[in-house]
């Protein structure tokens, strides 16, 4: 059984700091792009980040680009969210994602794309 566990959430404030981390358990995730997403409450799910099978490619959302670093570990199995700078508006609960395809020269930003998913972990930044 494939399972992605989220953790490293918490109460932050403006400005703060937080590492999320995602552990893929039940298979290997090396040749397919990783994901995070975020939803907020009344909001829709939306794309945050993603990376490449082997890392050399990634991608992120406008609001979160130049604060948000994502990044991976085959030997882990894992996939990290570095958050910096944290805002008011990056309150969300964030979740990982696998995409099943071996993508090759295209990284899937759109939750359709993504077929395995954690539960995801509540970030919450105070003003």
């Known amino acids: 059984q494939v399972q992605l566990v989220e953790s490293g959430g918490g109460l932050v404030r403006t400005g703060d700091s937080l590492r999320l981390s995602c552990a893929a358990s039940?298979?290997?995730?090396?040749?397919?792009?990783l994901g995070w997403f975020r939803q907020a409450p009344g909001k829709e799910r939306e794309f945050v980040a993603a990376?490449?099978?082997?890392?050399?490619?990634?991608d992120y959302a406008a609001s979160v680009k130049g604060r948000f670093i994502i990044s991976r570990d085959h030997a882990k199995n894992m996939v990290y969210l570095q958050m910096s700078s944290l805002k008011p508006e990056d309150t969300a609960v964030y979740y990982c994602?696998?995409?099943?395809?071996?993508?090759?020269?295209?990284?899937?930003?759109?939750?359709?794309?993504?077929?395995?998913w954690g539960r995801g972990t509540q970030v919450t930044v105070s003003s």
């Open positions: 039940g298979r290997t995730f090396h040749s397919n792009p």
């Open positions: 994602a696998a995409d099943p395809n071996n993508r090759v020269g295209y990284l899937p930003i759109h939750f359709s794309e993504y077929f395995y």
């Open positions: 990376i490449s099978w082997n890392g050399g490619t990634t």
